[in-house]
T-cell receptor, first 114, second 117 residues
């Protein structure tokens, strides 16, 4: 069974500063990896995904993530944060077999200060 | 793009009644759908995996008699919360995976907010 760890419950970043949200996973093989964003009271929006190939993945809204197999990590980055990026961010791991279920990390709340 | 629709978006029901939530894949066929539950300021917890034409697979700790899942067609799965109580109040989200293609993610519905009074 897969699991996901997001070690930071919340992070505060100044507008215009760079951002990195951490994600570590546990899975017996190379998993599917995802980052989602959720605004309060809203559903999920997929930022980016990794299935195979290039380990640096580009997503929407200027986000990118890098899959590092040796570290079992899939950290999310953005070079310059905007106030509208304030939200909850979830890292998720999808199994490649056995039902393909997706498990979510606990989430990281991003606060952006002016 | 792939669209998953949940209905209703929100529902208020009285304690002891049952509530049905629908999850539809609008432009693709889904042999597998997933149901999640999210409490305020918490993560999404997988409740069950719904397979078309067969019984759902429930995660440990989820009461299958309380959360009835039916996946009668390739485009529809339903979650029925039976004898609902205030502690069942939560945000329920479904996702559906396209039956075609290996490297595809599951697409999420917009969620249903259930309030039991």
């Amino acid at each position: 069974a897969q699991s996901v760890t997001q070690p930071d419950i919340h992070i505060t970043v100044s507008e215009g500063a760079s951002l990195e949200l951490r994600c570590n996973y546990s899975y017996g093989a190379t998993p599917y990896l995802f980052w989602y964003v959720q605004s309060p009271g809203q559903g999920l929006q997929l930022l980016l995904k990794y299935f195979s190939g290039d380990t640096l993945v580009q997503g929407i809204k200027g986000f990118e993530a890098e899959f590092k197999r040796s570290q079992s990590s899939f950290n999310l980055r953005k070079p310059s944060v905007h106030w509208s990026d304030a939200a909850e961010y979830f890292c998720a791991v999808g199994a490649r077999t056995g039902g393909f279920k997706t498990i979510f990390g606990a989430g990281t709340r991003l606060f952006v200060k002016a | 793009g792939a669209v998953v629709s949940q209905h209703p978006s929100w529902v208020i029901c009285k304690s002891g009644t049952s509530v049905k939530i629908e999850c539809r894949s609008l432009d693709f066929q889904a042999t597998t759908m997933f149901w999640y539950r999210q409490f305020p300021k918490q993560s999404l917890m997988l409740m069950a995996t719904s397979n078309e034409g067969s019984k759902a697979t429930y995660e440990q700790g989820v009461e299958k008699d309380k959360f009835l899942i039916n996946h009668a067609s390739l485009t529809l799965s339903t979650l029925t919360v039976t004898s609902a109580h205030p502690e069942d109040s939560s945000f329920y989200i479904c996702s559906a995976r396209d039956r075609v293609g290996a490297n595809t993610e599951a697409f999420f519905g917009q969620g249903t907010r259930l309030t039991v009074v």
